[in-house]
């Protein structure tokens, strides 16, 4: 999962424009922070899932994106979240904690 905002604030601070499907994330969320779902349980339409760890950026995206990539998403890259119980997620979904 990634952040729109951190899309956004990637091309107004480092100049760096990053499509949504070239972050590499399954899901792309709005206006919820995703820092604050670690050890977390939450849900994404019929999907229950728990934050296991930032998704911080690495060499390989920067390689096949552009340089200044891993600077610019540090702590903002995303997140790694653990499947508990599966079903569909639509476009529009609600993130919802507990």
Same mark, same amino acid.
């Given at each position: 999962?990634?952040?729109?905002?951190?899309?956004?604030?990637?091309?107004?601070?480092?100049g760096i424009t990053?499509?949504?499907i070239q972050a590499r994330r399954n899901l792309v969320t709005h206006g919820v922070p995703l820092n604050h779902l670690v050890d977390q349980e939450f849900s994404v339409g019929e999907v229950r899932l728990r934050g296991i760890r930032l998704c911080e950026p690495c060499a390989h *995206?920067? &390689?096949?994106?552009? $340089? @200044?990539?891993?600077?610019?998403?540090?702590?903002?890259?995303? *997140?790694? &979240?653990?499947?508990? $119980? @599966?079903?569909t997620i639509r476009i529009g979904d609600l993130v919802k904690g507990d």
């Open positions: 999962m990634i952040e729109s905002e951190a899309l956004a604030a990637l091309a107004r601070e480092c990053l499509q949504p *995206l920067e &390689a096949m994106t552009q $340089k @200044g990539i891993r600077e610019g998403l540090l702590h903002r890259g995303g *997140l790694r &979240a653990r499947v508990i $119980k @599966g079903g």
